[in-house]
Nanobody, 114 residues
């Protein structure tokens, strides 16, 4: 399984970005896919998770501002981020889990200027 996140960049506070995660390999085995982020000096935290049955869970800090979604084949996972705040600045990582393992892609940097 390979995961490749993209779409990060520099945006002003209040702006929007859409992250994408391209998945390849045995994606049919996934139980869920998620986005995590890690800010400097902080622990990695889960931002949003989407299960294969359609359940979504968001961190309280992003509820109402971020939306996780996927394409029909699970080849691509998205994170639509709106009303961005300076505290959303972090490296964002794509994650997938199956019955045996958790998979991580390289992160993409999101920087929100205030």
């Amino acid at each position: 399984v390979q995961l490749q996140a993209s779409g990060g960049g520099l945006v002003q506070a209040g702006g929007s970005l859409r992250l994408s995660c391209a998945a390849s390999g045995n994606i049919r085995s996934f139980n869920a896919m998620a986005w995590y982020r890690q800010a400097p000096g902080k622990q990695r935290e889960r931002v949003a998770i989407l299960s294969t049955v359609g359940t979504t869970v968001y961190a309280d800090s992003v509820k109402g501002r971020f939306t996780i979604s996927r394409d029909n084949t699970w080849n691509t996972l998205y994170l639509q981020m709106s009303s961005l705040k300076a505290e959303d600045t972090a490296v964002y990582y794509c994650n997938a889990v199956d019955a045996n393992s958790a998979y991580w892609g390289r992160g993409t940097q999101v920087t929100v200027s205030s």
